[in-house]
């Protein structure tokens, strides 16, 4: 079992910066990328940003230029800076990853950006 909190959520207005954390704890050996994903209002869950265990990072169109997502492999932590926030960015925020087959989730953080 791997388990992941996130941190770091909250109100913002537009144009503001938030960054989110997550540390992931258990049987994190051979775990995958660590990743962030959002779900909005009446939305899919999107893939929002990717770090790789080689430190690899991919994002989002929707998000390049303005959010990085760094890792810290030896301590199984993730963090996404956001930059210039939009009221579209409005969303709760997965942290994930994978060990094998299974996929685990962290319970998700609220960030809501104002206009």
């Known amino acids: 079992q791997v388990q992941l909190v996130e941190s770091g959520g909250g109100l913002v207005q537009a144009g503001g910066s938030l960054r989110l954390s997550c540390a992931a704890s258990?049987?994190?050996?051979?775990?995958?990328?660590l990743e962030w994903y959002r779900q909005g209002p009446g939305q899919q869950r999107e893939l929002v940003a990717t770090?790789?265990?080689?430190?690899?990072?991919t994002y989002a169109d929707s998000v390049k230029g303005r959010f990085a997502i760094s890792g810290n492999n030896a301590k199984n932590t993730v963090s996404l800076q956001m930059n210039s926030l939009k009221p579209e960015d409005t969303a709760v925020y997965y942290c994930?990853?994978?060990?094998?087959?299974?996929?685990?989730w962290g319970q998700g953080t609220q960030v809501t950006v104002s206009s």
């Open positions: 770090i790789s265990r080689t430190g690899t990072a």
């Open positions: 258990g049987s994190t050996f051979g775990r995958s990328a």
């Open positions: 994930h990853t994978k060990v094998g087959s299974m996929n685990y």
